[in-house]
């Protein structure tokens, strides 16, 4: 049985991604191991938010630069999006790029390598989809995750999430609820729901639920005690979603929303407003 490695930096959502990819790994056939050193396919899935964390893949990377051992190595995530076909020339012994939209195409990009291409790369942000499987392999047993939206259309002046994963892209409400109820009856008490900006999801069947109203609904889920998410954005925080909040106990008092400045000249130079 072929064996893979993944080491995740960043954020939740790119944790969530990990479960996801490796979830599809092994309904591929392979297993997951607890070092790079046992494995024939290495991954990193990236984050370029923050240099350091960048560094730190091409660090790893440089590890194995002389002696790879037949291994593959693939880079995933925002730097792959982000830094594309220059990730072969800063790193020659990378053999896969993929960012996050074309995670579905794995399957796919996978078996060219095992063909005998030496380098594949998906690296499409036109799509319309979000990756969704019911493979993923999540390590907390009482706490899930769900992404309910992928991308962001703000453009804030010195973010590059909007390059890096994209337009907005929303599930559908039917699917969400399939997810919670799948996850809740399988033993987990506790949903965090995931977006860059979760806010601004808009149901795109003809149901056409907001926040607000998924919130609702997901925290009516037979055997949930805790329902949480991020991130938000403070431009889409309405009234309807405090309200939801106060209303059931089963939403956690809890937003994770950055500190904005108090400068309205700030703010506008930000593109924050």
């Given at each position: 049985?072929?064996?893979?490695?993944?080491?995740?930096?960043?954020?939740?959502?790119?944790?969530?991604?990990?479960?996801?990819?490796?979830?599809?790994?092994?309904?591929?056939?392979?297993?997951?191991?607890?070092?790079?050193?046992?494995?024939?396919?290495?991954?990193?899935?990236?984050?370029?938010?923050?240099?350091?964390?960048?560094?730190?893949?091409?660090?790893?990377?440089?590890?194995?630069?002389?002696?790879?051992?037949?291994?593959?190595?693939?880079?995933?995530?925002?730097?792959?999006?982000?830094?594309?076909?220059?990730?072969?020339?800063?790193?020659?012994?990378?053999?896969?790029?993929?960012?996050?939209?074309?995670?579905?195409?794995?399957?796919?990009?996978?078996?060219?390598?095992e063909s005998g291409n030496r380098r594949v790369a998906g690296l499409a942000l036109d799509g319309d989809d979000t990756f969704e499987?019911?493979?993923?392999?999540?390590?907390?047993?009482?706490?899930?995750?769900?992404?309910?939206?992928?991308?962001?259309?703000?453009?804030c002046a010195y973010c590059v999430v909007p390059f890096t994963r994209g337009k907005e892209r929303s599930r559908t409400s039917a699917?969400?609820?399939?997810?919670?109820?799948?996850?809740?009856?399988?033993?987990?008490?506790?949903?965090?729901?995931?977006?860059?900006?979760?806010?601004?999801?808009?149901?795109?069947s003809p149901a056409g639920y907001s926040f607000a109203d998924l919130l609702a609904r997901v925290a009516e889920t037979p055997g949930?005690?805790?329902?949480?998410?991020?991130?938000?954005?403070?431009?889409?925080?309405?009234?309807?979603?405090?309200?939801?909040?106060?209303?059931?106990?089963?939403?956690?008092?809890?937003?994770?929303?950055?500190?904005?400045?108090?400068?309205?000249?700030?703010?506008?130079?930000?593109?924050?407003?």
């Amino acid at each position: 049985m072929k064996k893979f490695y993944i080491e995740t930096f960043g954020c939740q959502m790119n944790v969530h991604d990990s479960e996801k990819v490796a979830g599809t790994l092994v309904a591929l056939g392979y297993s997951q191991v607890d070092s790079p050193e046992q494995a024939e396919l290495v991954l990193y899935n990236t984050c370029s938010i923050r240099d350091k964390a960048e560094q730190k893949v091409y660090s790893r990377l440089q590890q194995f630069k002389r002696n790879g051992n037949g291994r593959l190595f693939g880079v995933l995530g925002c730097v792959a999006q982000q830094e594309g076909m220059r990730i072969f020339e800063r790193a020659p012994h990378v053999n896969l790029v993929c960012g996050s939209a074309s995670y579905g195409r794995l399957p796919e990009l996978l078996a060219e390598l095992e063909s005998g291409n030496r380098r594949v790369a998906g690296l499409a942000l036109d799509g319309d989809d979000t990756f969704e499987t019911p493979y993923a392999r999540r390590d907390n047993p009482y706490r899930a995750y769900i992404t309910i939206i992928e991308g962001c259309d703000k453009a804030c002046a010195y973010c590059v999430v909007p390059f890096t994963r994209g337009k907005e892209r929303s599930r559908t409400s039917a699917s969400i609820m399939e997810d919670a109820r799948r996850l809740a009856g399988s033993g987990y008490t506790e949903i965090q729901l995931l977006g860059q900006n979760v806010n601004s999801y808009q149901d795109p069947s003809p149901a056409g639920y907001s926040f607000a109203d998924l919130l609702a609904r997901v925290a009516e889920t037979p055997g949930l005690r805790r329902v949480r998410f991020a991130t938000s954005h403070p431009r889409d925080f309405e009234k309807a979603i405090v309200e939801v909040i106060d209303s059931n106990p089963v939403l956690c008092d809890h937003v994770h929303l950055p500190v904005q400045s108090g400068s309205t000249r700030v703010l506008t130079r930000m593109q924050r407003l």
